[in-house]
T-cell receptor, first 116, second 110 residues
Framework: EAQVTQNPRYLITVTGKKLTVTCSQNMNHEYMSWYRQDPGLGLRQIYYSMNVEVTDKGDVPEGYKVSRKEKRNFPLILESPSPNQTSLYFC???????????????FGPGTRLTVT | EDQVTQSPEALRLQEGESSSLNCSYTVSGLRGLFWYRQDPGKGPEFLFTLYSAGEEKEKERLKATLTKKESFLHITAPKPEDSATYLCAVQARGAQKLVFGQGTRLTINP
């Protein structure tokens, strides 16, 4: 089954304790992206990757890191989490520029993070 | 700057009562407009992609249409299971990023 998976699905942690949220896709997509979703603010892009070893900042990258060492995986790293990073996080993936207009992104189930 | 505005923020309908959700957008050359459905605590689920003005797509009780400035998601004879937040997003020409609207929270009462 084609899917995007994320782990963990729920996480409660304390300020300053490094954490990693994993994301994996089995659709051979080049493009992967991380979003956070907050009430009243909608989905905002954190980081994205156009392919292996190619990553770039989105709209709200402060406090986050990513890496793309393999095509299928795109982990999100919070080296020193703070309470303002409490949010619902989504990973998404898509093909890139397949010669047709528009590349629909497929989303993972989400990771609810609480930082106390 | 690319922008998406959805209205209304919330809509409550009776089962069987048809209506439309609006997505207004400004983008520097549209590559694609996307509709997603999101259930509480879950990831957005892809519904439709529209590429050019005049295009229409249908799936069960949902029909999406596109003009040069806006898209509509028409829901015909909705059922309670259609209750969800519906998200609209645009992708600009030459870009990979999706710009999302805030969504419309749809509730269908039995």
């Amino acid at each position: 089954e084609a899917q995007v998976t994320q782990n963990p699905r729920y996480l409660i942690t304390v300020t300053g304790k490094k954490l990693t949220v994993t994301c994996s896709q089995n659709m051979n997509h080049e493009y992967m992206s991380w979003y956070r979703q907050d009430p009243g603010l909608g989905l905002r892009q954190i980081y994205y990757s156009m392919n292996v070893e190619v990553t770039d900042k989105g709209d709200v990258p402060e406090g986050y890191k990513v890496s793309r060492k393999e095509k299928r995986n795109f982990p999100l790293i919070l080296e020193s989490p703070s309470p303002n990073q409490t949010s619902l996080y989504f990973c998404a993936s898509s093909f890139r520029n397949r010669g047709r207009a528009g590349d629909e992104q497929y989303f993972g189930p989400g990771t609810r993070l609480t930082v106390t | 700057e690319d922008q998406v505005t959805q209205s209304p923020e919330a809509l409550r309908l009776q089962e069987g009562e048809s209506s439309s959700l609006n997505c207004s957008y400004t983008v520097s050359g549209l590559r694609g407009l996307f509709w997603y459905r999101q259930d509480p605590g879950k990831g957005p689920e892809f519904l439709f992609t529209l590429y050019s003005a005049g295009e229409e797509k249908e799936k069960e009780r949902l029909k999406a249409t596109l003009t040069k400035k806006e898209s509509f998601l028409h829901i015909t004879a909705p059922k309670p299971e259609d209750s969800a937040t519906y998200l609209c997003a645009v992708q600009a020409r030459g870009a990979q990023k999706l710009v999302f609207g805030q969504g419309t929270r749809l509730t269908i009462n039995p």
